[in-house]
Protein backbone atom coordinates (compact mmCIF):
# COMPACT_ATOMS: atom_id res chain seq x y z
CA UNK A 1 0.00 0.00 0.00
CA UNK A 2 1.14 3.78 -0.79
CA UNK A 3 2.81 5.47 2.30
CA UNK A 4 0.82 8.70 4.14
CA UNK A 5 4.27 11.07 4.50
CA UNK A 6 3.94 14.67 5.89
CA UNK A 7 7.05 16.71 4.51
CA UNK A 8 7.64 19.02 7.24
CA UNK A 9 6.30 19.23 10.50
CA UNK A 10 7.16 21.45 13.63
CA UNK A 11 4.42 20.63 16.49
CA UNK A 12 4.60 20.95 20.64
CA UNK A 13 5.71 16.76 20.55
CA UNK A 14 3.85 15.04 23.17
CA UNK A 15 2.22 11.47 23.46
CA UNK A 16 -0.77 13.34 22.31
CA UNK A 17 0.31 13.98 18.71
CA UNK A 18 2.38 10.95 18.55
CA UNK A 19 -1.33 9.58 18.89
CA UNK A 20 -2.67 11.65 16.35
CA UNK A 21 -0.47 10.30 14.07
CA UNK A 22 -1.28 6.89 14.27
CA UNK A 23 -4.70 7.60 13.92
CA UNK A 24 -4.38 9.34 10.93
CA UNK A 25 -2.30 6.61 9.73
CA UNK A 26 0.84 8.88 9.45
CA UNK A 27 3.55 6.18 8.29
CA UNK A 28 6.74 9.07 8.47
CA UNK A 29 7.05 12.90 8.83
CA UNK A 30 10.22 14.94 8.54
CA UNK A 31 10.36 16.71 12.05
CA UNK A 32 12.07 19.86 12.55
CA UNK A 33 14.69 19.50 15.12
CA UNK A 34 16.28 22.79 15.02
CA UNK A 35 16.32 26.28 13.97
CA UNK A 36 19.04 29.12 15.25
CA UNK A 37 20.52 26.04 17.72
CA UNK A 38 24.10 25.53 17.72
CA UNK A 39 25.51 22.07 16.90
CA UNK A 40 25.56 21.28 21.28
CA UNK A 41 22.03 22.92 21.26
CA UNK A 42 20.66 20.39 18.40
CA UNK A 43 22.63 17.60 20.06
CA UNK A 44 20.29 17.81 23.09
CA UNK A 45 17.25 18.34 20.96
CA UNK A 46 18.30 14.68 19.94
CA UNK A 47 18.68 13.64 23.22
CA UNK A 48 15.16 14.46 23.75
CA UNK A 49 14.23 12.97 21.11
CA UNK A 50 15.90 9.66 22.65
CA UNK A 51 13.54 9.84 25.45
CA UNK A 52 10.80 10.17 23.20
CA UNK A 53 11.58 7.31 21.53
CA UNK A 54 12.28 5.03 24.67
CA UNK A 55 8.96 6.31 26.33
CA UNK A 56 6.82 5.45 23.02
CA UNK A 57 8.22 2.85 20.92
CA UNK A 58 5.03 1.07 19.76
CA UNK A 59 3.98 4.92 18.46
CA UNK A 60 7.41 6.38 16.91
CA UNK A 61 10.84 5.54 15.85
CA UNK A 62 13.55 7.61 14.32
CA UNK A 63 13.66 6.91 10.54
CA UNK A 64 17.07 6.95 8.69
CA UNK A 65 16.34 5.29 5.46
CA UNK A 66 13.46 5.29 3.39
CA UNK A 67 12.56 1.14 4.26
CA UNK A 68 11.76 2.59 7.50
CA UNK A 69 9.09 3.80 5.72
CA UNK A 70 8.05 0.65 4.70
CA UNK A 71 9.10 -0.72 8.31
CA UNK A 72 6.83 1.96 10.22
CA UNK A 73 3.92 0.53 7.66
CA UNK A 74 3.97 -2.54 8.77
CA UNK A 75 4.36 -2.28 12.53
CA UNK A 76 1.83 0.60 12.92
CA UNK A 77 4.04 3.50 13.81
CA UNK A 78 5.22 6.80 12.43
CA UNK A 79 8.79 7.28 11.49
CA UNK A 80 10.53 10.46 12.83
CA UNK A 81 13.07 12.06 9.86
CA UNK A 82 14.98 14.86 11.26
CA UNK A 83 15.86 17.96 9.65
CA UNK A 84 16.91 21.55 10.21
CA UNK A 85 15.65 24.56 9.10
CA UNK A 86 18.50 26.44 8.98
CA UNK A 87 22.77 25.93 9.04
CA UNK A 88 22.95 26.78 12.14
CA UNK A 89 23.58 23.37 13.67
CA UNK A 90 26.66 23.34 11.61
CA UNK A 91 27.98 26.34 13.11
CA UNK A 92 31.02 27.19 10.50
CA UNK A 93 32.42 23.62 10.54
CA UNK A 94 31.38 21.86 6.92
CA UNK A 95 32.99 18.51 9.05
CA UNK A 96 29.83 18.47 10.87
CA UNK A 97 27.85 17.99 8.29
CA UNK A 98 28.41 14.08 8.11
CA UNK A 99 28.63 14.32 12.25
CA UNK A 100 24.74 15.38 12.03
CA UNK A 101 24.00 12.78 9.27
CA UNK A 102 25.79 10.23 11.19
CA UNK A 103 23.15 11.42 14.21
CA UNK A 104 19.82 11.40 11.86
CA UNK A 105 20.12 14.07 10.11
CA UNK A 106 18.49 14.06 6.73
CA UNK A 107 16.84 17.41 5.55
CA UNK A 108 18.91 20.68 6.14
CA UNK A 109 18.29 24.39 4.93
CA UNK A 110 20.59 26.30 3.57
CA UNK A 111 18.99 29.49 5.31
CA UNK A 112 15.95 31.12 7.02
CA UNK A 113 14.50 33.92 5.86
CA UNK A 114 18.10 35.73 6.12
CA UNK A 115 21.61 35.64 5.02
CA UNK A 116 23.16 32.98 6.60
CA UNK A 117 27.18 31.85 5.88
CA UNK A 118 25.53 29.17 2.66
CA UNK A 119 23.02 31.64 0.84
CA UNK A 120 20.19 34.08 0.92
CA UNK A 121 16.82 33.85 2.90
CA UNK A 122 13.69 34.87 0.72
CA UNK A 123 13.61 37.95 3.16
CA UNK A 124 16.91 39.57 2.09
CA UNK A 125 17.03 43.14 -0.02
CA UNK A 126 19.76 41.30 -2.06
CA UNK A 127 20.14 37.74 -3.10
CA UNK A 128 23.57 37.25 -3.72
CA UNK A 129 23.21 33.24 -4.40
CA UNK A 130 25.31 30.43 -3.18
CA UNK A 131 28.49 31.84 -1.11
CA UNK A 132 31.53 29.63 -1.47
CA UNK A 133 31.10 27.86 1.97
CA UNK A 134 27.53 27.26 0.51
CA UNK A 135 28.73 25.44 -2.70
CA UNK A 136 31.30 23.52 -0.56
CA UNK A 137 28.12 22.49 1.62
CA UNK A 138 26.16 21.69 -0.93
CA UNK A 139 28.87 19.29 -2.07
CA UNK A 140 29.13 17.55 1.27
CA UNK A 141 25.68 17.11 1.38
CA UNK A 142 25.27 15.50 -1.66
CA UNK A 143 28.36 12.96 -0.65
CA UNK A 144 26.87 11.91 2.93
CA UNK A 145 22.74 11.92 1.75
CA UNK A 146 21.41 14.86 3.31
CA UNK A 147 18.67 16.46 1.58
CA UNK A 148 19.41 20.45 0.39
CA UNK A 149 16.22 21.82 1.37
CA UNK A 150 15.51 25.89 0.19
CA UNK A 151 12.15 26.50 1.54
CA UNK A 152 12.97 29.60 2.75
CA UNK A 153 15.85 30.95 0.27
CA UNK A 154 15.60 33.33 -2.04
CA UNK A 155 14.96 32.88 -5.77
CA UNK A 156 18.51 33.26 -6.99
CA UNK A 157 20.18 31.09 -4.11
CA UNK A 158 17.40 28.36 -4.89
CA UNK A 159 18.34 28.05 -8.55
CA UNK A 160 21.63 28.35 -7.85
CA UNK A 161 21.36 25.11 -5.60
CA UNK A 162 19.41 23.30 -7.78
CA UNK A 163 22.15 24.01 -10.22
CA UNK A 164 25.15 23.30 -8.35
CA UNK A 165 23.54 20.07 -6.54
CA UNK A 166 24.50 16.80 -7.98
CA UNK A 167 21.54 15.21 -6.30
CA UNK A 168 18.00 16.45 -6.50
CA UNK A 169 17.34 19.30 -3.91
CA UNK A 170 13.64 19.92 -2.53
CA UNK A 171 11.45 22.80 -1.14
CA UNK A 172 10.08 20.52 1.29
CA UNK A 173 7.12 23.68 2.19
CA UNK A 174 5.55 26.42 0.27
CA UNK A 175 3.33 27.31 -1.91
CA UNK A 176 3.18 28.57 -5.82
CA UNK A 177 3.66 32.75 -5.81
CA UNK A 178 1.12 32.49 -8.93
CA UNK A 179 -1.42 31.19 -6.67
CA UNK A 180 -0.56 33.50 -3.62
CA UNK A 181 2.07 36.35 -3.77
CA UNK A 182 3.77 35.08 -0.35
CA UNK A 183 7.40 36.28 0.21
CA UNK A 184 8.40 32.74 1.26
CA UNK A 185 5.95 31.17 -1.85
CA UNK A 186 7.92 30.22 -5.54
CA UNK A 187 7.61 31.60 -8.93
CA UNK A 188 6.70 29.29 -11.42
CA UNK A 189 9.75 29.74 -12.95
CA UNK A 190 11.98 28.26 -10.59
CA UNK A 191 9.44 24.95 -9.83
CA UNK A 192 9.52 24.11 -13.33
CA UNK A 193 13.58 24.19 -12.97
CA UNK A 194 13.59 22.08 -10.18
CA UNK A 195 11.18 19.90 -11.79
CA UNK A 196 13.77 19.41 -14.62
CA UNK A 197 16.76 18.93 -12.10
CA UNK A 198 14.20 16.04 -10.64
CA UNK A 199 13.73 17.99 -7.45
CA UNK A 200 11.14 17.99 -5.24
CA UNK A 201 8.01 20.17 -3.69
CA UNK A 202 6.09 19.87 -0.68
CA UNK A 203 2.63 21.75 -0.36
CA UNK A 204 2.25 23.48 2.74
CA UNK A 205 -0.86 24.33 3.97
CA UNK A 206 0.49 26.66 6.47
CA UNK A 207 -2.35 29.77 6.49
CA UNK A 208 0.19 32.54 5.77
CA UNK A 209 1.02 30.26 2.16
CA UNK A 210 -2.58 30.21 1.45
CA UNK A 211 -4.61 31.91 -1.04
CA UNK A 212 -6.95 33.81 1.52
CA UNK A 213 -4.87 32.61 4.60
CA UNK A 214 -6.83 30.69 7.42
CA UNK A 215 -10.05 31.33 5.10
CA UNK A 216 -8.46 29.39 2.42
CA UNK A 217 -11.12 26.67 1.50
CA UNK A 218 -10.22 23.37 0.65
CA UNK A 219 -11.14 23.45 -3.27
CA UNK A 220 -8.72 26.31 -3.81
CA UNK A 221 -5.76 24.07 -1.88
CA UNK A 222 -6.28 20.80 -4.17
CA UNK A 223 -6.80 23.10 -7.32
CA UNK A 224 -3.60 24.77 -6.63
CA UNK A 225 -1.73 21.21 -5.89
CA UNK A 226 -3.02 20.39 -9.70
CA UNK A 227 -1.48 23.21 -11.08
CA UNK A 228 1.98 22.42 -8.77
CA UNK A 229 1.39 19.10 -10.28
CA UNK A 230 1.68 20.29 -13.69
CA UNK A 231 4.81 22.57 -12.83
CA UNK A 232 6.91 20.25 -11.02
CA UNK A 233 5.93 16.83 -12.33
CA UNK A 234 3.06 14.07 -11.05
CA UNK A 235 5.51 12.01 -9.54
CA UNK A 236 7.52 15.14 -7.85
CA UNK A 237 4.69 17.03 -5.67
CA UNK A 238 4.11 15.93 -1.90
CA UNK A 239 2.72 17.65 0.98
CA UNK A 240 4.73 19.26 3.35
CA UNK A 241 2.40 20.95 6.12
CA UNK A 242 4.43 23.18 8.37
CA UNK A 243 2.18 22.28 10.92
CA UNK A 244 2.67 23.50 14.35
CA UNK A 245 0.44 22.00 16.61
CA UNK A 246 0.23 23.20 19.98
CA UNK A 247 3.31 25.35 19.68
CA UNK A 248 2.97 29.10 21.94
CA UNK A 249 3.78 32.18 20.04
CA UNK A 250 6.78 32.61 22.04
CA UNK A 251 8.33 29.66 19.10
CA UNK A 252 7.06 31.70 16.37
CA UNK A 253 9.05 34.48 17.84
CA UNK A 254 11.59 32.39 17.95
CA UNK A 255 11.78 31.32 14.78
CA UNK A 256 11.25 34.52 13.56
CA UNK A 257 13.90 36.47 15.67
CA UNK A 258 16.30 33.84 16.95
CA UNK A 259 19.71 35.52 18.07
CA UNK A 260 20.09 37.71 15.18
CA UNK A 261 18.22 40.95 16.40
CA UNK A 262 17.40 42.84 19.43
CA UNK A 263 13.58 43.85 18.00
CA UNK A 264 10.56 41.77 17.01
CA UNK A 265 10.59 41.04 13.62
CA UNK A 266 6.67 39.95 12.76
CA UNK A 267 8.07 38.05 9.89
CA UNK A 268 4.74 37.02 7.65
CA UNK A 269 2.93 38.03 11.01
CA UNK A 270 2.09 41.80 12.04
CA UNK A 271 1.94 43.83 15.36
CA UNK A 272 -1.73 43.34 15.44
CA UNK A 273 -1.52 39.68 15.06
CA UNK A 274 1.92 38.54 15.99
CA UNK A 275 1.34 34.75 16.74
CA UNK A 276 0.66 31.42 15.02
CA UNK A 277 -2.65 32.36 12.69
CA UNK A 278 -5.50 30.08 12.79
CA UNK A 279 -5.28 27.13 10.82
CA UNK A 280 -7.62 26.77 8.09
CA UNK A 281 -10.92 24.32 8.95
CA UNK A 282 -9.78 21.42 6.89
CA UNK A 283 -6.93 20.58 8.46
CA UNK A 284 -5.93 20.99 12.17
CA UNK A 285 -4.09 18.11 13.39
CA UNK A 286 -2.62 14.59 11.77
CA UNK A 287 -6.45 13.24 11.98
CA UNK A 288 -7.56 15.56 8.80
CA UNK A 289 -5.40 13.61 5.86
CA UNK A 290 -7.77 11.98 5.01
CA UNK A 291 -9.85 15.24 4.50
CA UNK A 292 -6.88 15.97 1.95
CA UNK A 293 -7.49 13.13 -0.26
CA UNK A 294 -10.75 13.67 -0.28
CA UNK A 295 -10.68 17.12 -1.34
CA UNK A 296 -7.86 16.22 -4.31
CA UNK A 297 -10.24 13.39 -5.51
CA UNK A 298 -13.57 15.99 -5.57
CA UNK A 299 -10.24 18.20 -7.75
CA UNK A 300 -10.56 15.09 -10.33
CA UNK A 301 -7.15 13.63 -9.65
CA UNK A 302 -7.00 10.38 -10.78
CA UNK A 303 -5.98 7.67 -7.68
CA UNK A 304 -2.34 7.34 -9.19
CA UNK A 305 -1.82 11.16 -8.47
CA UNK A 306 -3.33 11.08 -5.16
CA UNK A 307 -1.61 8.26 -4.19
CA UNK A 308 1.76 10.00 -5.12
CA UNK A 309 1.39 13.33 -3.72
CA UNK A 310 -0.31 11.85 -0.34
CA UNK A 311 3.14 9.80 0.15
CA UNK A 312 4.19 7.59 -2.75
CA UNK A 313 6.20 10.55 -3.76
CA UNK A 314 8.19 11.31 -1.27
CA UNK A 315 8.94 7.68 -0.37
CA UNK A 316 10.71 7.49 -3.87
CA UNK A 317 12.46 10.94 -3.33
CA UNK A 318 14.03 9.47 0.12
CA UNK A 319 14.84 6.19 -1.78
CA UNK A 320 17.19 8.24 -3.85
CA UNK A 321 18.45 10.34 -1.28
CA UNK A 322 19.35 9.55 2.10
CA UNK A 323 22.10 7.07 1.19
CA UNK A 324 25.45 8.37 0.67
CA UNK A 325 26.54 9.09 -3.34
CA UNK A 326 28.43 6.42 -5.16
CA UNK A 327 32.17 7.20 -5.53
CA UNK A 328 33.20 7.11 -9.12
CA UNK A 329 34.92 4.55 -10.45
CA UNK A 330 38.71 5.43 -10.68
CA UNK A 331 38.03 6.67 -6.90
CA UNK A 332 36.89 3.45 -5.60
CA UNK A 333 39.19 1.55 -7.61
CA UNK A 334 42.11 3.69 -6.11
CA UNK A 335 40.85 3.27 -3.01
CA UNK A 336 40.52 -0.44 -3.18
CA UNK A 337 44.32 -0.32 -4.34
Same mark, same amino acid.
Given at each position: ? !? ?30 ? %? ?6 ? %? ?18 ? $? ?45 ? $?? %? ?83 ? $? ?38 ? $????? %? ?18 ? !?? !? ?65 ? !? ?7
Amino acid at each position: M !TPLIDGLQYANWSEKIFRQMRAGGVDAVHVTI %TYHETFRE %TVQVIERWNRWFELFPDLIF $QGRTAADVSRARDTGRTAIFFGSQNPSCIEDDIGLVEVLHTLGLRFM $QL %TYNNQSLLASGCYEDTDSGLTRMGRAVVSEMNRVGMVVDMSHSAERSTREAIEHSTRPITISHANLHSWHPALRNKSDTLLRALG $QSGGFLGLSVYPHHLKGGSACTLQDWCDMVARALDLVGPR $QVGIG %TDLCQDQPDSIVEWMRTGRW !TK !TVDYGEGSADAPGFPPMPAWFHDNRDFGSLRAGLKAAGLDLAAIDGVMGGNWHRFFEISFGPAEMPQ !TLSRRAVG
